[in-house]
């Protein structure tokens, strides 16, 4: 079946440094959506794209616009509320369900 | 905006119990999808709704499971008979009409002992 593959499995970052998180995907995907879920466990949306690049404060995204095979998650200056579990879920051309990958365990230290 | 309301939040039941899960989607949301999380499967889709009508329950086991979707206010996940492989967190998201960025809601953990 489709999948979604997330790397690294887990990350620790100092506060203040920069990281990327990567999904790449078996097939061609229509669209991605980046989640965080917090220690609540409550999936809190990212981004959405279909295409390019979108962003919002320290967080930037990127979907592959020609192959469609890949996203990715910068993270700028991290903080330490940045903790947390960050799944990418993608879409192939002719289905709505989201299939998630298996998600990225990142922890910011002082 | 409450966001997708999922209820209870914590459910505990004996083997062979049932169990049903409720969620209630964002107002004026017309797609409503329902998925499992546990540690060793991570997050998987099992059903979805687009205007009440079911859509796509592929990822639902095909004993023991149902959804429906009666009224636009709220969708319930029901499990019959539950066995201690079936303890999860039931999440549920809702989607405008037209649109694909789903909202999650907080999730319903069941165990089953």
């Known amino acids: 079946g489709d999948q979604v593959e997330q790397s690294p499995s887990a990350l620790s970052l100092h506060e203040g440094t920069d990281s990327a998180l990567r999904c790449n995907f078996t097939?061609?995907?229509?669209?991605v959506q980046w989640f965080r879920q917090n220690s609540r466990g409550s999936l809190i949306s990212l981004f959405y794209?279909?295409?390019?690049t979108k962003e919002n404060g320290r967080l930037k995204s990127a979907f592959d616009s020609k192959e469609r095979r890949y996203s990715t998650l910068h993270i700028r200056d991290a903080q330490l509320e940045d903790s947390g579990t960050y799944f990418c879920?993608?879409?192939?051309?002719?289905?709505?369900?989201?299939?998630f990958g298996q998600g990225t365990v990142l922890s910011v230290i002082p | 905006n409450a966001g997708v309301i999922q209820t209870p939040r914590h459910k505990v039941t004996g083997k062979g119990q049932e169990a049903t899960l409720w969620c209630e989607p964002i107002?004026?949301?017309?797609?409503v999808f329902w998925y499992r999380q546990t540690i060793v499967q991570g997050l998987e889709f099992l059903t979805y709704?687009?205007?009440?009508?079911?859509?796509?329950d592929s990822g639902m086991p095909k004993e023991r499971f149902s959804a429906q979707m009666p009224n636009q206010s709220h969708s319930t996940l029901k499990i019959q008979s539950t066995q201690p492989q079936d303890s999860a967190v039931y999440l549920c998201?809702?989607?405008?009409?037209?649109?694909?960025?789903?909202?999650f809601g907080s999730g319903t953990r069941l165990t089953v002992l």
């Open positions: 709704f687009r205007n009440q009508a079911p859509i796509d």
């Open positions: 879920a993608a879409r192939t051309g002719g289905n709505n369900k989201l299939t």
């Open positions: 107002s004026g949301h017309s797609a």
């Open positions: 998201a809702s989607s405008l009409e037209g649109a694909e960025t789903l909202y």
């Open positions: 097939t061609t995907m229509r669209s």
């Open positions: 794209l279909a295409s390019g």
